[in-house]
């Protein structure tokens, strides 16, 4: 297991740029949250994870490229180091380990 | 139609930018915009109209801007700022300290004025900030009121004072309801307490009420601080009085309570209630001890509770609050009438003010004033003169900083061409500046500290900076703090543009030449300091003139070799009083050293007590005049050399130690003039009626030189004598010069023999005498300090501008050797403008100097006249400082090398 434990909302964005790959930028990753899990979230929330984890060495950031309307700002495009991929494999299992203890309930 | 609403130039973008840390920046910007964006085609909001659109995106991006305004973000800015910073300050530090190396001598002229300007400035703020700090410990200070009282008599002030009746307290808490308490004081005097058999003197105490307590907060460190002060024969002692009194074990002061100690003849004992702190030495009420005031009441005379006449009273009330005093003090001319009905009860007309007690020490005037006081004015013109010292320091610098342009103005065109910024620029010189200055401020503190033991004999005070700084507000510190920054700020900002404000062309191409800008300010500032150094060297000499005039002046008594022994404290007075004394007197002058001996109940240089209704038996029953008396006996006159102008001296027949048998008196010229009698010789064999409705009279018998009482600030009243011993009255001993320890040890064994168990006290006359030119001999040491500092500050003026000149004209220097100016020649024409400029400060410096010390002389009833030498003196003074000041740098500009100025034309 890593040393440093994973915040929900850290392990939330850190998946979310493992699967977005070319496409996980703040804006991108923040929209991706409120479309699939419905769930309202500040930009600047997303910056601030996404600079923690880059300083917890999970991610690592280079710019993209811009476009019209981002008013020619570039994008800074985040992808996830082998750091990153091993915590959250090593979360996974945990995770899947911890689910085999709960006894299997029916589903009705 | 509307212009487009275009996010990237918005205010809130712009928001933005200010507070986030550039490298993160265009990845938020970029977000926020295509947040803006996407927000502006919402689902939500499409059947919205497009202006109601546009207001929640723009109300959207207002609000995610905002919510980047967290720790997490604003302090990645920090970290970044700080790096890019300490590499270009290391490259400042290096070049200023390059700077400061390259030209030492410079360089500590510069350091060493700013720092005596600063050092001059905490000294004097720290004095100005112990006078304002007065009686601030108390904490009813702003409600707190000292009743001070002028007497009126013939329509003209006859006394301006804070004594008054005992009834004015009490009667006033009747009939204001504003007054929340008052307290009643009476100074005691000298203190003479026995312990078993020691004796202790010269402590001095007070009579105070109970509630003396409650409306000063002096620290109790033992006593119950309700009951203090209530019972009669009950004290309070402070901590040192009572350390000497009372064996006292790790100021376990509570184990002093119950003792008791005797006083002077008192039979009965006084008990200790309370120890209190020593008194802070910002309390304008000093004392050792005090002692109940119901100790002043008693069964058979209640005067000190109850009468309308005996004035020694001083009186303090607490308004409760939110009370205007001035309203208060309204209404106290009814009051006056009510109690007083004109003169008919007192014998003058009664007024009564009210003086805030945060006034008590910078703002008094009064005769009888027990509190300590100082000159409020002297010390707002202190303060001034500070701050003044400050800018004149500070405009220096910029001179002496400006003038070395030329040195510098081929690196700032290297600098310019090699990219730098001028804002790069002026970072660097506004750096050097706080360098310097900071180097002052170590330097200042430096002298604060060496300086401090010395400025405090001088000003007479015990300060350190380290108590005031701790007892100082932190906004007072705060406003001094920023002074100080914005001061070395702004006298680093002016050279900074300046400097970095150089054409990197003309610098490099050999053609720079200084302009003339600035030169006019330069000379005018020389002038001004010049102008003001003048003054005070003229002020020095008047002032020191005066002190010496009034220390040496013709009193019209002598007083030179006279020893003054206190009266014994333990002898009461009985019908054979006089002999006794008498024939101390006559041993003690049997002393070979004694030439004479007399007592009198006051000696000269203390304040007398007045008579406010004396009369002569031919005038009208309702005149009544104000004169000073004095009990002497007969051999005083002789003793001091007071002449006689008619009549007689006192005779030994004249005593008797029945007092209501006394009948003679003699009085002074100006009492015969007051008294409205034509000539001395005509006075004598006139009757005076003293007291109101007196009957009984006293026959003048002589008349004597006026003399000074009082120092000579004072004008000398009208006196009356009588011939009266008292157990009180100190005998004052004439001695020859020669072997004067001999003699005092003589007369002290003659005085143990006489007064056996009584301790032996005495002091030199002329010393108590002078001791009341102490504030004028400080305000004489005061100028000539600042008179050295102004001298040395303009000095430093006048290096700055005359390197400046000397600069500007080494071509001109040089092509005038070259076409054959000899060297005395060269050092003329450069010195003619100096000391033109000198020369006109000197004068201008005349018509103030004249003002201001006619003005100072004024306080004095007595003063010199300033002669010619004392405005001339100084007009060649200054000069000769200037001169000498110049020729250093006229004279090394005079003798370079020609060969070494113009290579390069």
Redesign the interface.
């Known amino acids: 297991m890593a040393k440093e434990y994973l915040g929900e909302f850290e392990e939330l964005i850190l998946t979310l740029v493992a699967g977005l790959q070319e496409e996980a ?3 991108a990753i ?2 991706e949250i409120e479309t699939r899990l419905k769930r309202d979230v ?4 997303v ?2 994870t996404l ?2 984890l880059e300083d917890k060495g999970l991610i690592k950031s280079a ?1 993209g490229g ?2 019209n ?3 020619g ?4 495009i985040y992808s996830i180091t082998s750091a990153g991929i091993a915590t959250l494999r090593a979360i996974k299992e945990v995770r899947i380990d911890l689910w085999k203890m709960v006894p299997q309930l029916k589903m009705s | 139609m509307k212009k487009e609403y275009d996010p990237i130039h918005s205010k809130t973008i712009r928001l933005l930018r200010w507070f986030c840390p550039s490298q993160l920046l265009e990845e938020i910007e970029g977000d926020l915009i295509q947040k803006f964006n996407r927000d502006l085609k919402s689902p939500h909001t499409s059947r919205w109209p497009a202006e109601y659109k546009l207001r929640r995106a723009k109300r959207r991006l207002l609000w995610n801007v905002i919510r980047y305004c967290r720790p997490e973000i604003i302090l990645r800015n920090k970290l970044s700022i700080q790096l890019i910073n300490t590499i270009m300050l290391r490259s400042y530090l290096t070049i200023a300290l390059r700077n400061v190396i390259k030209n030492k001598v410079f360089s500590a002229i510069n350091v060493f004025g700013l720092a005596i300007g600063l050092a001059a400035c905490l000294l004097i703020f720290q004095f100005v900030s112990f006078e304002l700090s007065f009686d601030n410990f108390n904490e009813k200070l702003d409600r707190t009121y000292r009743v001070t009282n002028d007497r009126f008599q013939n329509g003209q002030l006859i006394q301006h004072g804070t004594i008054m009746y005992p009834t004015i307290g009490p009667t006033m808490a009747k009939d204001f309801a504003e007054i929340e308490e008052y307290t009643r004081l009476m100074p005691g005097g000298d203190l003479n307490v026995k312990i078993n058999d020691k004796n202790f003197r010269g402590d001095n105490c007070h009579f105070a009420d109970e509630r003396f307590f409650s409306v000063f907060d002096f620290k109790l460190l033992a006593g119950d601080r309700s009951s203090l002060l209530k019972e009669p024969y009950t004290t309070v002692l402070t901590e040192n009085t009572a350390a000497r009194y009372f064996p006292v074990k790790d100021k376990n002061y509570s184990s002093l309570i119950g003792k008791t100690f005797l006083w002077g003849l008192d039979t009965r004992p006084y008990t200790v209630k309370g120890i209190c702190e020593n008194i802070p030495d910002n309390s304008h009420i000093r004392f050792d001890a005090l002692i109940s005031y119901s100790t002043l009441i008693r069964p058979d005379n209640q005067d000190a509770d109850l009468s309308w006449t005996w004035s020694d009273m001083r009186h303090y009330l607490v308004l409760k609050p939110g009370t205007d005093y001035k309203k208060l003090e309204s209404k106290f001319p009814a009051f006056s009438e009510r109690y007083f009905k004109g003169d008919k009860v007192s014998g003058s007309v009664e007024k009564f003010y009210l003086q805030p007690l945060k006034n008590a020490h910078l703002y008094s005037d009064y005769e009888y004033d027990i509190a300590t006081t100082a000159s409020g004015k002297a010390v707002w013109a202190m303060l001034v003169v500070a701050a003044f010292i400050l800018v004149i320091a500070w405009i220096n610098y910029i001179n002496l900083t400006t003038s070395r342009a030329l040195d510098r103005a081929k690196e700032v065109g290297l600098r310019k061409v090699m990219g730098a910024f001028k804002r790069q620029l002026v970072n660097q010189f506004i750096f050097e500046s706080l360098l310097i200055t900071a180097l002052a401020f170590v330097v200042a503190f430096v002298l604060v500290i060496s300086l401090q033991s010395t400025f405090n004999q001088i000003v007479g005070t015990n300060l350190s900076l380290n108590t005031i700084l701790t007892s100082l507000s932190s906004t007072k510190i705060l406003i001094v703090i920023l002074v100080l920054f914005v001061g070395a700020f702004a006298s680093g900002f002016y050279p900074a543009f300046v400097l970095s404000s150089y054409q990197p062309v003309t610098v490099l191409k050999g053609k720079f030449t200084r302009s003339g800008k600035g030169n006019f300010l330069r000379k005018s500032l020389v002038v001004f300091q010049f102008t003001s150094s003048a003054a005070l060297i003229t002020g020095t000499f008047i002032v020191s003139k005066q002190i010496d005039f009034m220390n040496k002046a013709d009193l019209g008594i002598n007083i030179g070799n006279v020893i003054i022994v206190q009266s014994p404290q333990l002898m009461p007075w009985d019908s054979t009083f006089i002999e006794r004394v008498e024939s101390f007197k006559n041993t003690l002058a049997q002393v070979p050293g004694v030439i004479s001996a007399t007592t009198s109940g006051n000696i000269p240089g203390e304040r007398l007590g007045r008579s406010f209704n004396i009369r002569l038996s031919d005038q009208a029953a309702d005149a009544h005049f104000t004169i000073s008396n004095m009990s002497v006996d007969y051999s005083f006159f002789d003793a001091y050399h007071v002449q006689i102008l008619a009549g007689r001296n006192f005779l030994p027949t004249d005593h008797n130690p029945d007092f209501q048998k006394l009948d003679k008196v003699i009085i002074n010229r100006n009492a015969v003039q007051l008294l409205g009698v034509k000539n001395v010789e005509e006075a004598i064999g006139k009757e005076i009626v003293w007291g109101r409705n007196g009957t009984r009279k006293w026959t003048i018998v002589g008349v004597v030189d006026d003399f000074h009482q009082e120092a000579l600030q004072k004008p000398m009243e009208p006196m009356i004598f009588r011939p009266m011993y008292s157990t009180y009255a100190p005998t004052s001993v004439k001695i020859k010069s020669d072997d004067e320890q001999k003699t005092v040890a003589d007369i002290e064994t003659v005085y143990k023999k006489f007064f056996p168990g009584n301790s032996f006290e005495y002091s030199y006359l002329e010393q108590r005498y002078n001791n009341q030119y102490n504030d004028d001999t400080r305000f004489g040491k005061v100028v000539s300090i600042f008179t050295i500092l102004a001298i040395i500050v303009s000095c430093l003026g006048l290096i700055g501008l005359s390197s400046y000149t000397a600069a500007q004209r080494t071509k001109e220097i040089g092509i005038r050797k070259v076409l054959g100016a000899s060297l005395v020649n060269i050092v003329s024409i450069l010195s003619i403008d100096f000391v033109r400029l000198v020369l006109i400060a000197a004068i201008s410096s005349l018509p103030i100097a004249y003002f201001s010390m006619q003005n100072w002389l004024q306080s004095y009833a007595y003063h010199i006249s300033p002669g010619l030498a004392q405005f001339v003196l100084p007009l060649a003074i200054v000069l000769l400082i200037a001169i000498v000041t110049i020729s250093f740098q006229i004279v090394k500009t005079a003798l370079t090398n020609p060969a070494d100025t113009l290579k390069y034309e």
Request: glycine share 14%; aromatic share 8%; proline share 0%.
């Open positions: 930028y703040g804006a923040s929209e500040n930009l600047s929330a910056h601030v600079y923690r710019l811009g476009t309307e981002r008013g700002r570039r994008k800074r």
